[in-house]
């Protein structure tokens, strides 16, 4: 499957026409949005118009300047998967959503958020499925954040790759560190950015 993930948007619809022309150009199946899609929950509508009126499937998440009550809103309004704190398995991969972060107007608690993702992981009983995590936040230890000395890494996302070895985890929230890959045992982590990536799983 040829996916499009991207974050930290904010707003600018020029740049989401940009992506939503190239994943179209692409042939790209899915559309991941790791969040921060408005800013300070402030939404531009072109956002994700410019994906659907190119018929492409949308999949999301919240970023820490998006509220429970917005990311309800999107998802209600233009008909598309809010993941977070969800299981949603497309074709032969099971995507697993963690919305928000542990900083910013709306902070997540690390103790839920482990019990979160360790629940639904356990959901997950076909040994063929692909695990792919779409986060707003990076996992603390990463090299992601050695890009900011206030954005911390997730301690919760952190264990569960340790203990359920995802297959990727891709987020955005540190825009200095776009782009940045790594792999953390036998996850591949990354840092997908406003520009995005385009990505064969």
Same mark, same amino acid.
């Given at each position: 499957?040829?996916?499009l993930a991207? &974050?930290? $948007?904010?707003?600018? !619809?020029?740049l989401s026409k940009a992506l939503a022309e190239k994943a179209k150009r692409e042939n790209v199946e899915l559309v991941l949005v790791c969040g921060d899609i408005t800013h300070f929950d402030t939404f531009f509508p072109g956002t994700f118009y410019e994906f659907l009126k190119r018929n492409l499937k949308v999949m999301f998440v919240r970023?820490?300047?998006?509220?429970?009550?917005t990311a309800e809103f999107l998802g209600k309004t233009y008909n598309i998967k809010d993941l977070?704190?969800?299981?949603v398995t497309y074709q032969n991969i099971a995507f697993i959503g963690l919305g928000g972060a542990n900083v910013g107007p709306f902070p997540f608690h690390e103790d839920g958020v482990l019990e979160l993702l360790?629940?639904?992981?356990?959901?997950?009983?076909?040994e063929n499925l692909k695990k792919i995590i779409v986060s707003h936040v990076h996992p603390a230890g990463s090299k992601i954040e050695n890009?900011? $000395?206030?954005?911390?890494g997730s301690t919760a996302l952190e264990k569960i790759i340790k203990e359920f070895e995802p297959d990727l985890v891709l987020c955005s929230h540190v825009h200095e560190a776009a782009g940045i890959e790594e792999q953390i045992g036998k996850t591949r /982590?990354?840092? !997908? &950015?406003?520009?995005?990536?385009?990505?064969? /799983?």
């Open positions: 499957m040829k996916i991207f &974050g930290d $948007t904010h707003g600018d !619809v020029s970023g820490n300047h998006e509220s429970e009550a977070h704190g969800k299981v360790r629940n639904n992981l356990s959901k997950i009983s076909k890009f900011s $000395t206030y954005f911390k /982590v990354i840092n !997908v &950015g406003k520009f995005g990536k385009i990505l064969d /799983v």
